[in-house]
Each structure stands twice: as structure tokens, then as C-alpha cells.
């Protein structure tokens, strides 16, 4: 970045990758890119290396550190499908892995998530893009019945806009969260002030839209019910009794124990 920092520059050895993230890989990428000469990789290696790097620094860093923001998800993961369709031009091998692999997650691009957008405060998504959404969402019919079931991922163009992807479906916040969408009709300054965008406000920017927390759950009873015992029907039972020791005590706190010795 063009200084260097009071302490010098150190470069680490690479330490444990969880299995569950790979953005430690990411990083060791850049540091076999950094190293490729003392490393003494042969051409097709650097190549490599150059091609998935430059995908990593335009591309990916950027989406994993807003991937958390719930009322941004459905801009950032239209744009960074964009994006690749464009990168085609440059990558194909690269943008057409990657595109296959979207195709996979999109749950913020279906009707049902899109309206995640009225409540963004990024400059990527501006009054105007949310008066059309608001505008379009009341001009669609609430469906009698809710669909149930996995989302139906919609198909994305380069002139995709968040606009194309409300449907019947988008209603489904507000039937759930059992407040009225009046205030879409009203001019965006003023949705602030209606207590059901206050509701579905909060809802949207406290819900849980990354799945870390899972991956490392499912990594950490994996590994457990694997290193105590091989035989799968003593793992059943552990994992059995582990859910059984749960649901008598939440909490390790004196307070929960005390209560149960009683």
C-alpha cells in the first residue's frame, strides 16, 4: 500500500485450515504468488496462481466481507453474478466455475429474499431502485397460498435488475412476519416512520444470512462422534445422549446446575 508498517514486514508461516472456511487458502495463494520464484514454480504454476489471485483481489475478497450484511445480500450477490458474466470475456475457465457454483446459492436473488433490499443502506441500492421494488411488489397479487419448499433460483442476465426478480412469493416477509406492507406505497423518506418498516426492519438486519456458525457446528460434532468411537452404532448413542445432556441443561452457569442438582 505503500508504506511500510513501524514494525517492518514479517511474513508468517501458514498456520491450521479449518475446514469449514477457506479463506485461509485464499491467503496462501497470495503467499505462493508472492514466493513463486523462491519456490521455484514452473510457468503453468505462476500462471495459475496470477489467474486465481486476480480473482480473489477483484472478485471474491470484496463479496466475502459483505457476505454478513442481511439488507445488502441481494444487490452484492446480483453484482457479483454480473460481474463474472462480464469476467467471461477475460477468464472464462474462472467465471464459468464460478458462475456454476452461484447457480447453487441463490437464495438472495428469489422472490422470496429480493424485498432484503428495501431495507439497505448501501449507495449501490438508492431510493429510486427501492421506490421501483416497492412499486412493483404492490402491483403483483399476494398469492392465496405461500409456497413451501426450497426457493426457486431465478435465471441472471447482465441487465437483470432486483426490480425483475419480485413475484408472488415476495410477499412472504410480510406474511410471516404478519405486518401490512401500507408503507411501500408512501415515498421512501417516510417509511422510517411506519411501525411495521421498523418490524420488518430489525428482522432483516438481525437474521442470520451467513452460514459460519453452522459449518463450524457440523465440523466440530463431526470430528467428535469420529475421535471418541469408529462404531456407528456407539456414535448414535453419544450423539443421542449429547441432545439428551442439551436439552436438560442450556447453560453451564451455577445457576442452571444448581437448579438442576435441586
Request: hydrophobic fraction near 40%; proline fraction near 5%.
Amino acid at each position: 500500500m505503500g508504506e511500510t508498517p513501524p514494525r517492518g514486514i514479517h511474513f508468517l508461516k501458514p498456520g491450521a485450515i479449518h475446514h469449514a472456511r477457506w479463506m485461509a487458502n485464499n491467503l496462501y495463494a497470495t503467499k505462493m504468488m508472492m514466493f513463486s520464484k523462491q519456490m521455484k514454480y514452473n510457468t503453468d504454476m505462476i500462471d495459475k496462481l496470477k489467474r486465481l489471485n486476480r480473482f480473489l483481489a477483484l472478485f471474491y475478497s470484496a463479496a466475502w466481507m459483505k457476505a454478513s450484511t442481511g439488507a445488502d445480500a441481494p444487490m452484492n450477490d446480483l453484482q457479483f453474478i454480473q460481474d463474472m458474466i462480464k469476467f467471461r470475456t477475460f477468464d472464462p475457465e474462472i467465471a464459468d466455475a464460478v458462475i456454476k457454483k452461484l447457480e447453487n446459492h441463490g437464495w438472495y436473488l428469489t422472490q422470496e429474499l429480493v424485498p432484503f433490499a428495501l431495507f439497505s443502506k448501501s449507495g449501490k441500492i438508492t431510493d429510486s431502485l427501492k421506490q421501483d421494488i416497492a412499486t412493483q411488489l404492490l402491483e403483483t397479487p399476494i398469492p392465496e397460498n405461500f409456497r413451501l419448499g426450497k426457493p426457486l433460483f431465478q435465471k441472471v442476465t447482465c441487465n437483470t435488475t432486483l426490480k425483475d426478480l419480485i413475484g408472488p412469493e415476495s410477499h412472504t416477509l410480510f406474511h410471516i412476519l404478519r405486518i401490512n406492507s401500507d408503507w411501500l406505497a408512501k415515498p421512501v423518506s417516510q417509511w422510517s416512520e411506519d411501525p411495521a418498516f421498523v418490524v420488518a426492519e430489525l428482522f432483516v438486519r438481525t437474521v442470520k444470512v451467513v452460514n459460519d456458525s453452522a459449518e463450524r457446528g457440523v465440523k466440530l460434532i463431526s470430528d467428535f462422534a469420529t475421535i471418541i468411537t469408529t462404531d456407528p452404532d456407539q456414535r448414535a448413542w453419544l450423539l443421542q445422549g449429547v441432545e439428551q445432556h442439551r436439552k436438560l441443561y442450556s447453560s453451564f452457569d451455577k445457576k442452571t446446575l444448581n437448579a438442576k442438582r435441586l
